[in-house]
């Protein structure tokens, strides 16, 4: 066991899995010589080589149909997308070909696509948005969203282990900030199972990537203000997700929040919500509360940006309110 | 005889035109024969309401189907071939059995998709087929993927795919092609241009009408042959895998043809293609080509290409019985295989 960055975390699993299995290979803009925007894979083209360690053309479309094809010929490919923001270049290649392979033809597509999202260091509209709700809408693909640098090493080696593609949302806001107990050796997380990061008795948070520190806050807030107790539920995965987790912690505190950085309009907590709404209505208090960005663009300004991100004051204004029914 | 192929790139040298033999060139007029008989009961089906769905035939382009997949190692270790829409000889010749084709139509089990997808959307480990989406161009960074993982393993492999004019505008297409060239992987592209892209004339397609001129700007050698030879085509593309195997890089093959038909059984193509250019380019039909250089030039008997002519005709009548007889998938399986389950081998 040793303490980690969220960031650190990434990196071992995936130079550990680069070890163990020589079908892993990486390709990406600026990951080789340079290691990344990032720096996640610092080191590692000196370690493997240029032929596991691929610096390519800036090309969101042909890097991720490559893996595609080169998974479907038994390669374990990982690709980076600079940004998450950029997947919007590569959408047709994950939902047209990648989801769909093994539905129609029952080929597997191991892939990964890991992408660094998130806002929070004025990035701006299109280096700050967290665009998992797209992807959640499409069968075929697995979603991850890793909160802790634990959850962060277990669900890259899950992920590359798994024989479908794969959307690993890294949230660039936790890389250096977030420090954490990663155990040591083969530490993969199973996908779907959900994660008690606080227990608590009087209302559900369900969330997942940076906002489960955002919930924190707002819970610790809570505590000190009126010893209310708050259970935060952090999904890790949200394709597939862990009903039965949601499902269990709504039945004890009977309200809750559901919770996510992304914009609100068929944001992945619709989703949740309305589960929650078809399977325990029964055992609710309070109407199911959504709170998450607004449906605008990530403002660049660091006063706007502010106002566009959820705050542990707006999570603590929702459990305040939630507590008067 | 064959049209020798024009080497336009400064990098290969020419192609030095490999002697094709009769026994060479009866198997490409088998293969020919098939596919078309093939694609015309196929399409009397189609007329006949017994095939759902959509009806494409690729009538006229056999030359390029049957040519660019018969240089092609076949089987689940072979070659990667991700055909085009037109290319239903290229189905047969890497392998896929003409009654799974049929089945495929029909939507029944025996389908390569078991009726989860249609018409020529055929794939499968066993043949090396990826199974082709409707996106066009697509399959093209697809085919760079798995010439980087053979490159990778140093495998003598190559993977093939093809597309028609149209495709050569869309994204995947130029981005693919890019990426081919820098990674230097072993995969050959091959273009159809058949100068339609549903109703839109190539003239509207780009101003770039010799499509291989396209692949030359981003540094792939590549040539151009005259579609409607299957000797030609056969030749070319021969060389270029040939080349790739040499871990040489990426080929590109422009072959010139014409869409003889509508863009789908449906099309009315009456409404915007002029026949006179139909009429003109119905007499470089590449079956009846390569029949007269099989009769002329290679004064083969007339009995021989009967004999073959007869041996297709009742393969697709036992293909059309044995997917008549097929059942379907249970309608249960409508909500399975959206992932693939754990792999046991990580
Ligand atoms: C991305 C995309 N856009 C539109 C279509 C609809 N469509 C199917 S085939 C076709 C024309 C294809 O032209 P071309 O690439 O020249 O191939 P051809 O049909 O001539 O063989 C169109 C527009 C499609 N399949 N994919
Ligand atoms: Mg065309």
Redesign the interface.
């Known amino acids: 066991m040793a303490i980690k960055t969220y960031l650190q975390a990434i990196s071992d699993g995936l130079r550990e899995e680069m070890r163990r ?1 020589q079908r892993v ?1 990486l390709i990406g803009e600026d990951i080789g010589v340079y290691g990344g925007a990032f720096k996640v894979t610092q080191g590692f083209q000196q370690e493997f080589g240029e ?2 360690v ?1 610096d ?2 800036l ?1 969101e ?15 374990r ?1 990982v690709c980076e997308m600079q940004f998450s923001d950029f997947v919007s270049c590569a959408f ?2 994950l939902v ?2 990648a989801a ?11 892939i990964v696509v890991r992408l660094p999202s998130g806002g929070g260091f004025s990035g701006g509209p299109f280096h700050s948005q967290n665009p998992e709700g797209f992807f959640a809408h499409c ?2 693909l ?1 979603i991850a969203c890793p909160a802790t640098p634990a959850d962060a090493k277990g669900l890259i080696l899950s992920a590359i ?4 593609p794969v959307l690993y949302f890294e949230h660039k806001h936790l890389y250096r900030r977030i420090k954490g107990e990663v155990p040591d050796g083969d530490t993969a997380v199973e996908f779907g199972k959900a994660r008690v990061h606080q227990e608590g008795s009087d209302l559900s948070i369900i969330t997942y990537g940076a906002m489960v520190y955002t919930a924190e806050e707002a819970a610790k807030a809570a505590a000190e203000q009126d010893g209310t107790s708050v259970e935060i539920i952090d999904l890790r995965t949200i394709t597939p997700w862990d009903r039965e987790a949601v499902l269990a912690s709504v039945a004890k505190t009977s309200k809750v929040i559901v919770l996510h950085e992304d914009t609100h309009t068929s944001g992945f907590g619709a989703e949740i919500a309305a589960t929650i709404a078809e399977e325990a209505f029964e055992t609710l208090d309070a109407p199911v509360m959504r709170i998450t960005a607004p449906d605008t663009p990530v403002p660049f300004s660091p006063p706007l940006e502010k106002a566009y991100l959820p705050q542990p004051g707006d999570v603590l204004a929702g459990i305040e309110r939630l507590a008067a029914y | 005889m064959s049209t020798p192929a024009r080497n336009i790139s400064a990098v290969p040298e020419p192609a030095p035109a490999p002697r094709i033999s009769d026994e060479e060139a009866l198997n490409l007029y088998y293969w020919m024969v098939l596919t078309r008989a093939t694609e015309e009961r196929a399409l009397n089906l189609y007329r006949q309401g017994k095939l759902p769905g959509s009806y494409y035939t690729g009538r006229g382009q056999e030359a390029i189907s049957v040519g660019m997949a018969a240089p092609l190692r076949r089987g689940a270790d072979g070659d990667w071939l991700s055909p085009w829409i037109r290319d239903l000889g290229s189905y047969l010749v890497h392998g896929v059995p003409v009654w799974r084709m049929f089945a495929q139509f029909m939507g029944k089990a025996g389908s390569t998709t078991r009726g989860k997808d249609g018409n020529l959307h055929i794939g499968g480990y066993e043949w090396n087929i990826p199974c082709q989406v409707s996106h066009m161009a697509d399959m093209i960074p697809l085919t760079v993927g798995a010439a980087l993982a053979y490159k990778q393993r140093g495998e003598d492999r190559v993977a093939v795919t093809s597309f028609g004019d149209g495709a050569t505008s869309r994204g995947d297409f130029h981005e693919g092609l890019n990426i081919a060239a820098v990674l230097e992987v072993p995969a050959v592209f091959v273009a159809e241009n058949n100068r339609w892209a549903y109703t839109t004339p190539i003239s509207k397609q780009t101003k770039v009408t010799d499509l291989y001129k396209k692949a030359l700007g981003y540094g792939i050698p590549a040539i151009e042959v005259d579609g409607n030879d299957v000797l030609a085509v056969y030749s070319a593309m021969s060389e270029a895998v040939a080349h790739c195997r040499a871990g040489r890089g990426p080929r590109f093959i422009e072959c010139k043809t014409y869409r003889m038909a509508g863009h789908a059984a449906h099309d009315k193509y009456e409404s915007y293609m002029p026949m006179e250019l139909l009429a003109e380019w119905s007499d470089k039909d590449p079956l009846k080509r390569l029949e007269q250089a099989l009769r002329e030039e290679r004064t083969i008997d007339e009995a021989k290409l009967e004999g073959i002519r007869t041996k297709v005709k009742d393969e697709v009548h036992e293909a059309v019985e044995r997917a008549d007889d097929d059942g379907f998938a249970d309608p249960s399986e409508a909500h399975l295989g959206v992932f693939a389950e754990a792999d046991t081998d990580a």
Do not use: E
Not at chain 1, 68 to 74: D, K, S
């Open positions: 299995d290979f032929d596991r691929i390519s053309p090309s479309t042909a890097i991720t149909g490559a893996c595609t094809g080169a998974a479907l010929m038994g390669m490919p047709d290649q047209t070909v769909k392979q093994h539905y129609r033809v029952g080929t597997p597509v191991p069968p075929g697995k282990r798994d024989p479908n």
